[in-house]
């Protein structure tokens, strides 16, 4: 059974930061790219970052390129969001998301396993 669990919401000031994490098991992360997706409320989910370690590609949407970094360690089956600078606007519900195409893409379509999310909240 394939399981992914986000951690590390919470909520932050303007400005600050935080860390997600989203542990798999199931999965072998050679095997997947792992993206991270955001969802505000009464706005449709938007994907944010992804990684794939097997080709040593990341993709950032343009809203979060040079505040969010993310990572992968393969012996932990963890990837991580690094969320600096944060913004009101960066407020939703985060899921990670894995899918078997490898491919760096911010298409929800090709994702096959997610999590249940975990709660974002910037105070300005």
């Known amino acids: 059974e394939v399981q992914l669990v986000e951690s590390g919401g919470g909520l932050v000031q303007a400005g600050g930061s935080l860390r997600l994490s989203c542990a798999a098991s199931?999965?072998?992360?050679?095997?997947?790219?792992i993206g991270w997706f955001r969802q505000a409320p009464g706005q449709e989910r938007e994907g944010v970052s992804c990684?794939?370690?097997?080709?040593?590609?990341?993709y950032y949407a343009d809203s979060v390129k040079g505040r969010f970094t993310i990572s992968s360690d393969n012996a932990m089956n963890t990837v991580y969001l690094q969320m600096n600078n944060l913004k009101p606007e960066d407020t939703a519900v985060y899921y990670c998301a894995a899918t078997g195409s490898r491919l760096v893409t911010a298409d929800l379509r090709e994702y096959d396993y997610w999590g249940q999310g975990t709660q974002v909240i910037v105070s300005s």
């Open positions: 199931g999965i072998t992360f050679d095997d997947y790219a």
């Open positions: 990684i794939s370690s097997n080709v040593g590609r990341t």
